[in-house]
């Protein structure tokens, strides 16, 4: 369920669009503001697409398309597994994410008139490197935008607890049972997400391993957890229950695979198996339950989905919480059909999609 990264400098944009079967893509530019943005519409046959906002400074226009094409398929896959009413969308503002003042504002605005052009198709939201002040100068231009201060508010709480939720069903399906007080758990990335995670978790009396590029998220979570600090490059080699990514993609790979002492893999970091098709199966041949981290990490849609509908903070908590018997079911169906767990998410997300696609082609016939 991703475009190949790697191919992308070799491959057409519309080959690139055919490949991850993308519907829109939308490339808006105003110089005189600094502002070159893409808009990726991958599918809505179940609701608008809805996705955030990364404001990078991508190293070739390439990196970028591929970047807004692959998050915006992966919201598709998110928002049909967790059985939202949305599609998958996401976009990408090529520039310095340092940019402040006047600049910033203009540089948001010009987005915003972006997300207005395809008429409520796409609804953003903040994403890395943007905020909900980024998100007011958006709102200046169009109305579909979400996370507005005073809103559905900072996502990483429900986020984490969505995580939170998600490895309690993978220990459910690993161990028979979902307790985690004695489990020693290896948190990679203690930034919003993982420091909110490790604070559910060390509330159950789970035992932690953590670490992270900067030593302060680290210190703060050793003195208020009673975490033990690891090297950033040992995480990997930390013997215990289980491990959470919660920074980077693709940090399973050839080499890490080897060195997990672990019986589950369940985080919140995006795009974790470096290829889906080799290493989802790596995974399952080594023993390792792997929780599919788009079903994981859909707290922050839910969030926000959440805010469209109205719901008050407990309903989108009562709803993140589903990702517990939404994970059992995919574990089950991976387990009855002989797949990896990343293949029977994909197969439940793909059915509803398809589905939505049938009712859509009936409503218009």
């Known amino acids: 369920m991703q ?12 080959e690139l669009m055919a490949e991850g079967e993308h519907e829109q893509l939308v490339l808006w530019s ?13 599918d809505t046959s179940l609701g608008p697409g809805l996705g955030g906002t990364r404001f990078w400074n991508y190293k070739t226009e390439s990196e970028a398309l591929v970047d807004a094409l692959r998050l ?68 200046l231009e169009t109305d579909h935008v979400v996370g507005l ?22 220990a459910m399906a690993r161990y028979g049972d979902d307790a985690l007080g004695g489990k020693h758990i290896a948190v990679q990335g203690l930034g919003s997400v993982g420091y909110h995670l490790c604070e559910d978790l060390a509330g159950e009396g789970a035992r932690l391993s953590v670490a992270d590029i900067d030593t302060g998220r680290v210190d703060r979570v050793v003195k208020q957890f009673g975490a033990q600090a690891v090297p ?18 693709a940090v399973v790979n050839d ?10 893999v369940a985080g919140a970091a ?24 788009y079903v994981l990490n859909a707290g922050g849609l839910i969030n926000v989905y959440g805010e469209l509908q109205g719901w008050s903070l407990e309903q ?36 509803r999609i398809e589905h939505g696609r049938h009712l859509h082609r009936t409503f218009l016939s």
């Open 270 to 293: 995006n795009n974790q198996l470096q290829n889906t098709a080799k290493h989802g199966p790596a995974l399952l041949e080594a023993g390792i339950l792997y929780a599919p981290d």
């Open 72 to 139: 915006a398929r992966g919201m598709t896959y998110k928002a049909a597994v967790t059985g939202l009413a949305l599609g998958g969308g996401k976009s990408v503002i090529w520039g310095d994410p340092r940019v402040s003042g006047v600049e910033r504002e203009m540089v948001f605005r010009a987005h915003g008139r972006a997300v207005e052009s395809l008429g409520g198709r796409y609804i953003t939201a903040e994403d890395v490197n943007t905020s909900p002040a980024d998100m007011a100068f958006i709102a």
């Open 30 to 42: 105003e110089p005189r503001f600094g502002y070159k943005g893409i808009i990726s519409l991958h």
């Open 232 to 249: 950033p490059d040992v995480i990997f080699d930390v013997d215990a229950d289980i491990f959470a990514p919660c920074a980077l993609g």
């Open 149 to 170: 201060e005073g809103t559905s508010g900072d996502p990483s709480p429900v986020t984490a607890y969505g995580v939170y939720r998600g490895i309690k069903a993978a």
């Open 316 to 351: 989108s908590l009562q709803k993140t919480g589903e990702i517990y018997d939404t994970l059992l079911r995919i574990f089950t169906l991976a387990e009855g059909e002989g797949v990896s767990p990343e293949e029977a998410a994909s197969r439940l997300a793909e059915e």
């Open 255 to 264: 080499e890490t695979i080897p060195r997990l002492k672990v019986d589950i």
């Open 3 to 14: 475009i190949d990264d790697k191919r992308g400098g070799d491959m057409e944009m519309f």
